[in-house]
């Protein structure tokens, strides 16, 4: 970091930075750490700074900097991981409709697809409707393949198409 930090664009450096970067290098031959060679070449950093990150950067800083991406990271493998499962899901449910589409149509085979279109759209907004209501609303709503006969509520939105 010091050596790219005290380069100009050119890739040259002044004759003390260059003393100082053959004293570093010399360190580090002589099995010297990258902390330890910095540490006998300039001395102890100073409490609170980070060194050759500037005056405002901070230990801690850098910590929360850290803490920060970790935090994003996680947050866009959990958002990766609902997008799948929603794919999967979605996936599922239009294979459920199709069977419910034809079970509807093998049970009432005078039954047209866009009557068992509006009936399944009807269900699921039902249920929609429903999963926002309280508790005593849910019980109330009646199953719409429980059997063979076809509700009131059925019949009109039949008729409505039908018009």
């Known amino acids: 970091m010091f050596v790219v930090t005290r380069t ?5 450096t002044d004759s003390g930075t260059q003393e100082t970067i053959h004293h570093l290098q ?7 750490s990258d ?3 910095l540490q006998t070449v300039f001395g102890k950093e100073r409490h609170g700074r980070v060194r ?3 005056r405002s950067i901070t230990k801690s800083s850098l910590k929360k900097d850290k803490q920060i991406r970790q935090m994003q990271q996680q947050h866009t493998e959990v958002v990766s991981t609902m997008e799948k499962n929603k794919n999967n899901l979605t996936s599922k449910l239009d294979g459920l409709t199709s069977l419910i589409k034809m ?5 009432n085979p005078s039954m047209s697809s866009k009557q068992v279109q509006v009936m399944i759209e009807a269900a699921q907004q039902s249920l929609l409707d429903a999963s926002t209501a309280p508790n005593d609303a849910r ?5 719409l393949l429980g059997s063979n ?4 509520d059925m019949e009109i939105s ?3 198409i039908n018009s």
């Open 35 to 37: 902390d330890e060679a």
């Open 26 to 32: 010399n360190l580090k031959q002589a099995g010297y």
């Open 158 to 160: 039949t008729i409505k």
């Open 149 to 152: 006969h076809v509700s009131k």
């Open 8 to 12: 100009n664009k050119k890739g040259e």
């Open 139 to 143: 019980q109330s709503i009646p199953p």
């Open 103 to 107: 079970l509807l149509q093998k049970v």
């Open 52 to 54: 050759f990150c500037g």
